[in-house]
């Protein structure tokens, strides 16, 4: 007889994930630190500077199904363990790079390794939680997001200390060693039973979708166009972040917040992974009792407000702090409602491959990173601004107005398809 998973196995599956996260976040969320160090020190300029994180999030996102294909095949040991290593070497290559291609290839490794990661603990919640996907990779998904804020301090110290090489070999190579070490702990489920439709009251698919399935539905190139969109915005504004505070002079200016008194730039950036990594859970668990398209909208819909008080007032340093966590609490959701919509409308099995996939999304909206640093640099910061609230006034409306009604029908049909209620799932 088949042996089953303990109960507590799931949690702590969970939990071993959520901090292999927290070690890639910096890759992410700590780069906007070293930007204006680089260019002080090389006078690469920013936009070319910032063709680095482009490169690193494409390289992240679109080998994420290459990597699946490997989980599914090796399980996630290997690849989180090769993951580990490749993070720790990007970071030596950028403490050593001298030239802008070396820059670029730092980034590259840095993608590989990151997105070893992160695709095989996401795609891993999703196969141990298939009743709680939202929470769980709310939960995964929060340690990316909030995995930077212990460590934002520490390095803008190490940088101003020590200067960015000392930084990026530093913690280079003790986030390294850390994912290696709790690569041996992860493992997928042996069996999972079917989901129980009744136990809440969001539509999910009888039926396990295939990759090559998934992507000739309509449904999954809305939830592709919608993710673009937002996580277009997210990441101007996370690569950006110092620029803009740099730029609205408000960025050493000292403010007071709950007994503490720092750098305007230091306590925002602080704040922002705080609220990214609690809002990655909060709306994964708000969708799994309202449904995700309409989370998605609240989401949305929030964090058009918040650029438009951070286009109105962010010169003002409090208003800054605020308007940017609020921001981001909002904008991290998208890590927890995709990944958790694509499992519910494409079943389990592929949970990984089919969840890697529509990450690759994220790839395709680094490529506007860049493209922001110039209309900044034509136009100023509130041209930037006015195109991240459209892009999220769009996707919002499209989560109410187009996915909802078609993710409705396409599981009706699906829901006409027999399958076998007595036996489990086996996950592959």
Same mark, same amino acid.
């Given at each position: ?35 204006? /160090?680089?260019?002080?020190? &090389? ?24 990597? #699946? ?14 993951? !580990? ?21 730092? #980034? ?17 919640? =999703?196969?141990?939680?298939? $009743? ?62 079917? *989901? ?37 915005? !997210? ?13 609205? &002079? ?25 609220? $990214?990594?609690? !809002?990655?859970?909060?709306? !994964? ?20 407000? #918040?650029?438009?008080? =951070? ?5 003002? /340093? ?50 506007? *990173? ?28 499209? #989560?109410?107005?187009?996915?909802? /009604? ?23």
């Amino acid at each position: 007889m088949e042996r089953q998973d303990a109960p507590a196995a799931k949690w702590w599956q969970l939990a071993f994930g959520v901090l292999c996260m927290a070690m890639i976040a910096n890759l992410q969320y700590g780069w906007t630190l070293f930007v204006d /160090p680089i260019d002080a020190q &090389h006078h690469w300029g920013r936009a070319s500077i910032q063709l680095a994180f482009t490169v690193f999030v494409a390289t992240e996102t679109w080998l994420v199904p290459v990597e #699946a294909w490997f989980v599914d095949n090796y399980g996630p040991k290997i690849v989180v363990a090769f993951g !580990g290593v490749m993070i720790a070497l990007a970071w030596v290559i950028n403490a050593y790079a001298g030239s802008l291609p070396m820059l670029y290839l730092g #980034a590259v490794v840095g993608g590989i390794g990151a997105g070893s990661v992160y695709g095989t603990c996401v795609g891993n919640a =999703l196969k141990w939680f298939p $009743d709680r996907r939202g929470l769980a990779a709310g939960a995964t998904a929060a340690g990316f997001g909030a995995g930077a804020a212990i460590t934002v301090v520490p390095i803008a110290k190490m940088i101003a200390s020590s200067g960015y090489q000392s930084a990026f070999l530093t913690f280079g190579l003790i986030q390294g060693a850390v994912v290696v070490f709790l690569s041996v702990f992860l493992r997928k489920p042996r069996s999972a039973a079917p *989901v129980q439709r009744k136990r809440h009251n969001l539509p999910q698919s009888k039926v396990d979708r295939t990759p090559s399935e998934t992507v000739r539905t309509p449904v999954f190139w809305v939830m592709y166009a919608m993710f673009v969109m937002v996580a277009a915005g !997210g990441l101007m504004a996370a690569a950006q972040i110092a620029p803009i505070a740099h730029d609205f &002079h408000v960025a050493d200016v000292p403010v007071s917040m709950l007994g503490l008194t720092m750098a305007t730039l230091t306590l925002a950036i602080s704040l922002d992974r705080i609220f $990214d990594g609690f !809002g990655r859970p909060f709306f !994964g668990w708000v969708s799994d009792q309202i449904g995700r398209e309409n989370t998605m909208f609240i989401a949305f819909s929030t964090a058009a407000v #918040a650029v438009l008080l =951070l286009l109105s007032y962010g010169t003002i /340093p409090i208003v800054f702090v605020l308007a940017t966590a609020l921001y981001f609490g909002v904008f991290g959701e998208i890590y927890s409602l995709f990944p958790a919509t694509c499992g519910d409308t494409f079943g389990s099995k592929f949970a990984t491959s089919n969840a890697g996939l529509l990450y690759t999304a994220k790839g395709t909206a680094s490529f506007l *990173v860049p493209f922001g640093s110039l209309v900044a640099a034509a136009y100023g910061w509130y041209a930037v601004f006015g195109i991240i609230v459209a892009l999220n006034l769009t996707a919002a409306a499209l #989560a109410i107005f187009v996915l909802k /009604p078609m993710r409705a029908r396409y599981l009706a049909l699906d829901a006409t398809v027999s399958v076998p209620k007595a036996e489990p799932i086996r996950i592959a």
